[in-house]
């Protein structure tokens, strides 16, 4: 008998391996409490979904067409999708989009849309972009230019200006952080628009990468402009982040008179071919349904500005331990000089160069934040940690 089956039943797992999993649950519960420097909200409950788990379910093709494999969630995907279109004031009835892999899948689609419609364009985005960017756009062989940013994470807008004027002549397709990796800092399209105008570029597109806060600017009081209204051509937003997942999923959002011009059917399927991927995950959709619905708006609200006031509550007690923190307007990233090495090994921090941050995602709480300030105190000072 092989290793892994029954004689008499379905295949059963070895008393040895079953001991690395048990392991394994031990390791990754260890760490969850000290995951403070990543965008990934720990605190969900989905065990009410865990029936579904048993079909092999597939969203395959597009989520507004019929397709031959009826065992999908596409009509939960859709309702997910409208919440999303309505949080990101996506014109009515003249949006589309699907429920996808994450924020590198999201921003693929919404590049892959700009180089259909401008082959010749130049994409342009700042030193602050996620790295998985500039890869995307190697893939996809789309000429680019790296520009300045302030020292808050936001795009130059000066350096922008600058640069098209000189490539007056080749229509840009402009990468907007709307939160930037290590600084939550947000590209405000009202102000690259004004560029546009005031160099008269008539034909452009612009792509905002929203990754986590476009799960925190529809639920607050003064957002800077960053959505469909204020000029997104497309967006793509993680679904793992703000609202947390144990599986990384997003969505993406374009208008749908682009969209429009690069489907193909696919007979095999009986479907649309509007998606990068051809399978797509069938139980995340419904994850995100089920998270919006226990949620609802307010929930989200509630849960959004608890969040704000607990990176709040970080950049004041780092600033009175001594340790120089900020953070940007509606931003839950509170920024710091590099930490020590003492600090990296008992938490998860996110480095880069001088500088590291902490995310105040849901599971963050302020006890969390008391226990880091303390053990940061005592790293500086070259004391043990608690």
């Not at 290793?3 to 760490?31: F, I, K, N, Q, W």
């Not at 004041?316 to 839950?332: C, D, E, Y």
Request: aromatic share 10%.
């Amino acid at each position: 008998m092989k290793s892994g089956t029954s004689a008499l039943g379905p295949p059963v797992l070895p008393p040895a391996e079953r001991e690395r999993l048990d392991e394994l649950y031990t390791r990754l519960s260890s760490l969850k409490p000290g995951n403070i420097g990543y965008p990934c909200n720990q605190n969900f409950d989905y065990s009410e979904l865990f029936r579904f788990l048993e079909f092999s379910a597939n969203n395959v093709g597009d989520p507004f067409n019929a397709t031959n494999y009826r065992l999908n969630t596409q009509d939960f995907e859709r309702e997910v999708l409208a919440d999303f279109a309505r949080y990101t004031r996506a014109p009515e009835n003249e949006w589309w989009g699907y429920v996808n892999n994450g924020g590198t899948e999201g921003n693929m689609y919404g590049l892959y849309v700009a180089r259909e419609l401008y082959p010749d364009g130049i994409c342009y985005f700042s030193e602050d972009t996620h790295y998985s960017v500039a890869k995307i756009l190697r893939l996809q062989h789309t000429r680019n230019i790296m520009l300045k940013s302030q020292p808050n994470g936001e795009l130059d807008y000066d350096d922008l200006h600058e640069t098209l004027r000189i490539h007056r002549d080749v229509p840009p397709i402009i990468f907007a952080n709307i939160g930037t990796t290590m600084k939550g800092a947000v590209d405000d399209l009202a102000k690259i628009r004004a560029v546009l105008d005031d160099l008269a570029i008539p034909n452009y597109y612009i792509h905002a990468d929203a990754a986590l806060s476009g799960m925190i600017l529809p639920f607050v009081d003064a957002p800077q402009a960053w959505d469909f209204a204020d000029g997104a051509d497309s967006i793509a937003i993680s679904g793992h982040k703000f609202l947390g997942s144990p599986l990384p999923c997003g969505v993406a959002l374009a208008r749908k008179k682009n969209v429009d011009r690069i489907a193909r059917s696919i007979e095999y399927v009986g479907a649309l071919d509007t998606t990068i991927a051809g399978s797509r995950n069938a139980f995340t959709p419904l994850m995100l349904w089920y998270r919006l619905r226990v949620l609802g708006d307010a929930g989200l609200r509630k849960l959004v500005q608890d969040c704000l006031d607990t990176a709040e509550y970080a950049v004041q007690k780092l600033n009175a331990a001594g340790i120089a923190s900020w953070r940007n307007a509606n931003s839950v990233t509170v920024v710091f000089p590099r930490p020590p090495t003492a600090i990296m090994q008992k938490w998860i921090i996110a480095p880069k160069k001088d500088i590291g941050h902490l995310i105040t995602m849901p599971h963050v709480t302020k006890e969390c934040i008391d226990a880091f300030v303390s053990d940061f105190t005592a790293a500086l000072a070259g004391k043990p940690l608690t």
